[in-house]
T-cell receptor
Framework: DAMVIQNPRYQVTQFGKPVTLSCSQT?????MYWYQQKSSQAPKLLFH???????NEADTPDNFQSRRPNTSFCFLDIRSPGLGDAAMYLC?????????????FGPGTRLTVL | RKEVEQDPGPFNVPEGATVAFNCTYS??????FFWYRQDCRKEPKLLMS???SGNEDGRFTAQLNRASQYISLLIRDSKLSDSATYLC????????????FGAGTRLAVHP
């Protein structure tokens, strides 16, 4: 089945230790997104790629970076995780020009910062 | 003012009950509207798109009132498996292919 896959599902890191989260998709969608979601809050968009074009949200901290080496893969790098970065990180994809702006989410990576 | 506002709940209802969730959005230029469902510690999943004329999918009915910038979701004959958080979502008219999420309304259906 076509899907959005995230690895790892759970990540524990130490304060200040860089971490990379991975997302891959078999949907062949042009657009890939990274969201941060904290408990009882709405998913917060960090950035997205339209093909290779990177679009950063104005309030996304510099600590968060992303790479998209090809259509299928997208990475989220957190250069120096702080305690406040503990959250669920969700990857999503969409295909512009389709019936709607529907986004399809991966299962998420839950990040713990010690 | 939040861009998408929802009552956080929780709504605690017995099985078989009918429950309605409301949502308001701030940007009248939004054109696409959705309800997503999110189970505890899982990812959001599309429940249904919301069309101007209103639409129904089994026990779920969604309504849109553009004049009031108001979206609703009605769940009839609630099941235990409906327990989840329901996210109201609209497109961001200022950003290509971007969505704005509400914080969600939590539903707990009990026996």
């Amino acid at each position: 089945d076509a899907m959005v896959i995230q690895n790892p599902r759970y990540q524990v890191t130490q304060f200040g230790k860089p971490v990379t989260l991975s997302c891959s998709q078999t949907l062949n969608h042009n657009v890939m997104y990274w969201y941060q979601q904290k408990s009882s809050q709405a998913p917060k968009l960090l950035f997205h790629y339209y093909d290779k074009d990177f679009n950063n949200e104005a309030d996304t901290p510099d600590n968060f970076q992303s790479r998209r080496p090809n259509t299928s893969f997208c990475f989220l790098d957190i250069r120096s995780p702080g305690l406040g970065d503990a959250a669920m990180y969700l990857c999503a994809t969409s295909s512009p020009g389709g019936a709607s702006d529907t986004q399809y989410f991966g299962p998420g990576t839950r990040l713990t910062v010690l | 003012r939040k861009e998408v506002e929802q009552d956080p709940g929780p709504f605690n209802v017995p099985e078989g009950a009918t429950v309605a969730f409301n949502c308001t959005y701030s940007n009248s230029a939004s054109q696409s509207f959705f309800w997503y469902r999110q189970d505890c510690r899982k990812e959001p999943k599309l429940l249904m798109s919301v069309y101007s004329s209103g639409n129904e999918d089994g026990r779920f009915t969604a309504q849109l009132n553009r004049a009031s910038q108001y979206i609703s979701l009605l769940i009839r004959d609630s099941k235990l498996s409906d327990s989840a958080t329901y996210l109201c979502v609209v497109n961001d008219p200022g950003g290509y292919n971007k969505l704005i999420f509400g914080a969600g309304t939590r539903l707990a259906v009990h026996p």
